[in-house]
Structures are given as structure tokens and as C-alpha cells.
């Protein structure tokens, strides 16, 4: 059930569009400057940067974070997690880089993973994750090729590994035991939380209020337009928390209903000094958008506002295959106009195009020449060392 309100405002569709692509910084060359000072202004900005595994194109939180900072090196991002500590892994919807200066709303997540840890880490036994503590706190920081002498076991999915190590470190980690400290590639170095971050005392828990209005600032930063699926999305648990937060600053005048136009069912949410500054003509900015950037990770919302459907085909059978099997949409300006399968072959030095398929008229304003300019810096960053 929605929050009470006055009768809402109502946004056109393209005014919504600019309101999001602003607050996701798309809408100017480059937002948070250059340098490791750049990533994390990125992260704190956006809240969380997703991390995947697949790697036929560079890996999405690299790809992410250089669509927003053209001078974008992978290194700054190691830097940021390993040296400056300013950014830290854990689970958001996905496992995300985040924020070092928010992890005190994540201490509850660990605290509920130390008291009831979810089903697939029945296997790990007391014995192994006690092997894995005490090789951490005796040897240093750690990865599980490190760690050889395992009996090994059969698989019980094809994500698990046969090493029991392996799970007894990621139990660790979603318990906040250990972090993180180092990774290279997939590969993860794991250390004691507290020795990572040089606590004097850990920082304090945020309480379920505290949470709560921090998710909804955070989507109000990143979001610019906010839903209360968007706000908890894949996290239903903190919807009755931040409704309350909602509706209170409803009350105080601090945000203001709105509806899309059309779509008056679905209510959002926006400060009024974002609506007053809504609208206008959109940037003709060209951006090549990972699956999982912030933009696209939302499937339904994206659909809402950009009338667009992705389609992520990496796990469907290649003949029943629309877009390709990583399909990158590319936004011009508030429009996402084709998407492009594109495929890294580091081996020869090239980006390769498997497939394109255009949502609009490729032929005007010069479009498919600006945005073959962009493959071609978007090449070199895949092919950097």
C-alpha cells in the first residue's frame, strides 16, 4: 500500500528520463573529474558498483565506472579498495563495490548472517571455516589458491568449488569477519575486517530508521525520481521501514508524489528543487552502457521510463537469442537507439562486433558515425594494460 498523499504531480516521461539520466551523471562528459579522487566520487555517488564475473568484454564494474570517467583506470579502482580504503565489496542486490564510509548500514546484513546464515552454507563445517580464521589471522591476507591442502569434495552446484575452503572464506566475508582487501580479477585476497581497516573500534551499527532514510538518500542521489521498488529493489524486507521514511518527509514537504504521465498507477517520489529544474533539451552525450550499470539494472523500471526491454542473453540458448549474448545498449542523449554484442579478442588486439541491432533509424544525424567514434575509444579501454 502506497503512502497517503495529495493529488501528485505529473511528469512527462522524457522529463523523468532527464531527471534519472542527470542523476546518474550520463548527462555530462565528465562528472567526477580524473584520477583515484574520481572512482571514489563515483562510487560514494552512485552507492554501489555491481561486479560480475563475465569477462567477454572488460568486467562491468571497470565498464561502469569508465562511462563516467573518461580517463578511467582499472588501477584506480584497485588503489581505492587496497590502499586508500575508500571503497569495500559486499552484497547490495548483487555483490557491488561500496562505499567505505557506508558500512556501518551493512553491519546489521552481517549480523544476520552470523545468526542465520542462508542455505548455501549448510556445508561449510566448523572445522573449516576455523582453518581458514586461523590461517588469515596467523599467515595475513589470503586467497584461496593459497590454501592447498583441502580435501577435495564433488560440486553440489556449478558455481561452488571443490575446495571447502572456498565457501568457509565466503561465509567469513558475508559474516564481516573478513573483506576483501585485494582483487585480481576474480580472484579475491581476503583479511581480517578489523586489521584491514585499522579500526581503533569498529564503527557503530546504523539502527533500522538510520538505514531506511539511508536507502531512500541514496536512491534519491543516484535516481534523481524515485518508486519504493526502486528504492528497495530486490530487498522487499526494508519496504514497511522506508515507506515510513517516505511519508514523513512527504509531510515535511521534503519530497513531493508524482506520477509518469500515463502511468498513474505506479507512484514516485522527487525533492521539489529536481522537479523545478526538470526538463529542458536532453544531452546529445553517446554512451555505451554495460548490462549492469545503473541505468539498465533495473529491467522494469528502465522499460517505464525509456520504453526499452533489455534482453540479458548470456544464459539463453543461442537460438533463442535476440540482442546477442552480451548485448550492450547504447543511450544518445535520453534514447536508447541500438544494442551492440560486442566481444574483446585481447589475443588480436580488437573489438569484435557479432551483433548490432538498431531500435531507431540508424541513418540520421549522423548517428551510426558518432557512435562508431565511441566503439572505437571504448576499444581502447578494453584493450588497455
Known amino acids: 500500500m502506497a503512502p497517503k498523499t495529495t493529488t501528485p504531480h505529473v511528469l512527462s516521461k522524457a522529463a523523468a528520463r532527464h531527471i534519472w539520466i542527470a542523476a546518474q551523471r550520463l548527462d555530462t562528459p565528465e562528472p567526477f573529474g580524473a584520477g583515484p579522487e574520481a572512482t571514489q566520487a563515483a562510487v560514494e555517488h552512485l552507492g554501489y558498483v555491481q561486479i560480475d564475473t563475465i569477462n567477454v568484454i572488460e568486467r562491468c564494474h571497470h565498464h561502469i565506472l569508465w562511462t563516467r570517467i573518461p580517463a578511467y583506470r582499472r588501477e584506480d579502482l584497485a588503489r581505492a579498495q587496497s590502499v586508500d580504503k575508500s571503497v569495500f565489496e559486499y552484497w547490495t542486490h548483487a555483490l557491488s563495490y561500496v562505499p567505505t564510509r557506508d558500512l556501518r548500514f551493512y553491519l546489521g546484513a552481517m549480523k544476520r548472517y552470523r545468526r542465520q546464515p542462508r542455505p548455501w552454507f549448510a556445508s561449510v563445517k566448523k572445522a573449516d571455516l576455523g582453518k581458514v580464521l586461523t590461517l588469515v589471522r596467523s599467515e595475513g591476507p589470503l586467497t584461496i589458491r593459497d590454501i592447498e591442502d583441502d580435501v577435495l569434495v564433488e560440486k553440489d552446484h556449478p558455481w561452488a568449488s571443490r575446495k571447502p575452503s572456498k565457501r568457509a572464506l565466503q561465509l567469513a566475508f558475508y559474516t564481516g569477519v573478513l573483506t576483501v582487501s585485494a582483487r585480481n580479477g576474480m580472484v579475491k585476497t581476503y583479511e581480517l575486517m578489523e586489521r584491514h581497516f ?17 536507502l ?18 530486490l530487498d522487499a524486507g526494508s519496504k514497511p521501514a522506508v515507506r515510513q521514511a517516505i511519508e514523513a518527509r512527504v509531510r515535511r514537504k521534503e519530497l513531493v508524489p508524482v506520477v509518469l504521465a500515463g502511468e498513474e498507477k505506479l507512484l514516485h517520489w522527487a525533492r521539489p528543487e529536481v522537479l523545478a529544474t526538470a526538463g529542458g533539451a536532453p544531452s546529445d552525450t553517446v554512451h555505451i552502457l554495460s548490462p549492469f550499470d545503473p541505468l539498465m539494472i533495473q529491467r522494469k523500471r528502465t522499460q517505464l521510463f525509456f520504453g526499452y526491454e533489455h534482453r540479458f542473453e548470456a544464459y539463453v540458448p543461442k537460438d533463442k537469442r535476440r540482442l546477442g549474448y552480451f548485448a550492450l545498449p547504447v543511450l544518445v542523449g535520453d534514447e536508447i537507439v541500438a544494442a551492440i554484442d560486442l566481444k574483446a579478442d585481447r589475443e588480436n588486439g580488437k573489438l569484435l562486433i557479432q551483433q548490432w541491432t538498431w531500435f531507431t533509424d540508424g541513418r540520421r544525424d549522423g548517428l551510426k558515425t558518432r557512435i562508431d567514434e565511441e566503439l572505437h575509444r571504448f576499444e581502447r579501454f578494453q584493450l588497455a594494460r
Do not use: H, M
Not at 200 to 214: F, G, I, M, Q, V
Not at 220 to 227: I, W, Y
Open 198 to 214: 585499522g579500526w581503533d573500534a569498529p564503527p557503530k551499527p546504523a539502527s533500522e530508521k538510520e538505514r531506511a532514510a539511508y
Open 216 to 233: 531512500l538518500d541514496r536512491a534519491l542521489r543516484a535516481q534523481g525520481l524515485v518508486s519504493l521498488d526502486s528504492i528497495c529493489y
